[in-house]
């Protein structure tokens, strides 16, 4: 039993998952008070399952990359429920989360997944993975134009999903070997087989260490309250 957390991007959602399959489920993808939603989307799931913090066998967060503001608010949550129960934490790359979300709703044959999320401008944090989610390129910051991913356009129909996606369908509108799949968002359920799979080989993280995957560092804004300059 593991309770999943996700708060990696304007999207915040939580599952409840037993044996790889999903339980119960909490969304909100308004991108609005992670930090107020999260604790009540905990509660509720819980409740619907009819269970204990003590019957959990671990707590699994979105690692990242991500907002460095939800990051925080995912993992301190998923250490405070870990330190209160005495459960171990597992981390889950975001990105790789995605891709099993993604593949759901791709009908090609040999694709070429890219889960992207956006990092502003036209850049985006993506990874890519084959048809069976094997890692091809590690997570990296992409600056996406015309000519990107046309090494896998050969031999594959290449599909990009995620808010990083979205932003750059225009782009690719004419190519009838790049797809976009639109709307979709990051979510808590698509870390259930990611989450299982560590859970069974005991591939945990040091609750007291761990740190979110943020990729890049963060830079504060100027501040605009008077006095604050």
Known sequence: MILCLETATPSCSVSLVHDGEV???????????????????????MNKA???YSQLDAVAVSMGPGSYTGLRIGVSTAKGLCYAAEKPLIAIDTLHAMAFGGKT???????ILVPMI?????????E??????????????MIINENSFS????????????DGADKCAELFANDNRINVIKDFYCSAKYMDK?????????????????????LK?????????KGLR
Do not use: C
Request: negative net charge; aromatic residues 14%; hydrophobic residues 40%.
């Open 217 to 225: 560092d963060f830079v504060p804004g100027i501040p605009t309250v």
């Open 118 to 126: 956006d990092a502003r401008r036209m850049e985006v944090y993506a």
């Open 105 to 111: 709703k791709v009908n090609a044959g040999k694709p």
């Open 128 to 141: 890519i993975f084959d048809e069976n989610i094997n890692k091809i390129e590690d997570t990296k910051a």
């Open 151 to 162: 090494e896998y356009k050969s031999d594959h129909e290449v599909w990009l999903f995620g």
């Open 50 to 52: 009819g269970i204990s």
């Open 194 to 214: 990611l989450a299982q799979q560590k859970l069974e080989n005991k591939d945990f993280v040091d609750v007291a260490y761990f740190e979110p995957f943020y």
């Open 23 to 45: 339980l119960a489920f909490e969304e909100d993808q308004k991108g609005q008070n992670h930090s107020g939603k999260i604790t009540l989307f905990i509660e509720s799931v």
